[in-house]
């Protein structure tokens, strides 16, 4: 029973991050309709960034997480502008080919501006596990459960109480009655963008001193974030938190109890099982429509 609570501490901190990954990607979906597959190399961008930040210019932690967000927000804001926005204007299949060439482009913005090795990045409070309950527990999966849960609530109250959050859902939702109220959609879009590739940013930082930051990890933590959205449902405000941590728990109780050869097998057979048999995902449902 031990090794059981063992495997599901692993995995809600590494479904956690699934999450983050997969609420990036509803953002960018729900406003325009375009799946972000550039939203690994984003999460890998964050994370060396974030060590440039730590470890060249020696900015405190906290600092390090503000930068990250500001620069990766910027890049995303950039890519949506002059790339993903003018390719949409030939369709939505343009814009999903275009943040295809998004991923390719970070990731090798990565390789040449810094390397293609993986790189030790430290974590945020030590190493040193802690024993609760018998459960052992490294700091950085605490810290990567408590930012998750901050980032959540803090998008809950821009969404649900600030202005500029319903504005933002009123141009996804209707985007023609949004204009003629007076909303800028074009903005509300690019907000949108700004918030998925910035919390893809954060996410890199979270995962980074458990998987190590750079690498060639960019197209499995987004295949990850995307398998997560679509468990849950991408038309659902909490599909991307459910669907992220139920893979992150499947995926750590199949690897413990059976092979980490299946860790990445088991990622692919969640997306065919729930793709034939209730495409919406766990959460999703009809549309609803007020007259």
Avoid: C
């Amino acid at each position: 029973m031990r090794d059981f609570f063992q495997f599901l501490v692993s995995g809600i901190t590494m479904g956690s991050v699934y999450a983050l990954i997969g609420v990036g990607v509803y953002l960018v979906f729900i406003s325009t309709r375009v799946i972000n597959f550039a939203q690994g190399a984003l999460v890998q961008l964050g994370g060396v960034m974030a060590l440039t930040f730590l470890l060249s210019w020696h900015m405190p932690y906290l600092l390090v997480f503000f930068m990250t967000f500001f620069v990766a927000a910027l890049a995303g804001v950039f890519f949506e502008r002059f790339l993903v926005g003018p390719s949409g204007r030939s369709g939505v299949l343009s814009s999903v080919l275009m943040t295809v060439g998004g991923f390719i482009f970070f990731e090798q913005m990565i390789y040449v501006f810094w390397t293609k090795d993986e790189l030790m990045f430290p974590p945020i409070s030590g190493e040193m596990p802690l024993n609760l309950f018998g459960v052992m527990v490294i700091p950085q999966a605490i810290w990567i459960v408590g930012i998750t849960f901050l980032l959540l609530l803090s998008l809950w109250f821009f969404f649900s109480r600030s202005i500029y959050g319903s504005a933002m859902m009123a141009a996804a939702e209707k985007p023609e009655a949004a204009r003629l109220v007076g909303i800028n959609v074009r903005a509300m879009t690019s907000m949108a963008w700004a918030l998925a590739t910035g919390i893809a940013g954060v996410a890199g930082i979270l995962i980074a001193p458990i998987t190590f930051a750079g690498g060639s990890l960019s197209a499995e933590i987004g295949i990850k974030g995307f398998v997560a959205v679509i468990l849950g449902g991408i038309t659902h405000s909490m599909g991307a938190v459910v669907g992220g941590i139920l893979l992150g728990v499947v995926e750590s109780l199949t690897t413990g109890y059976l092979s980490s050869g299946f860790k990445d097998a088991i990622s692919l057979a969640l997306l065919i099982f729930i793709l034939a048999l209730r495409p919406q995902g766990l959460l999703g449902g009809g549309r609803r429509e007020k007259v």
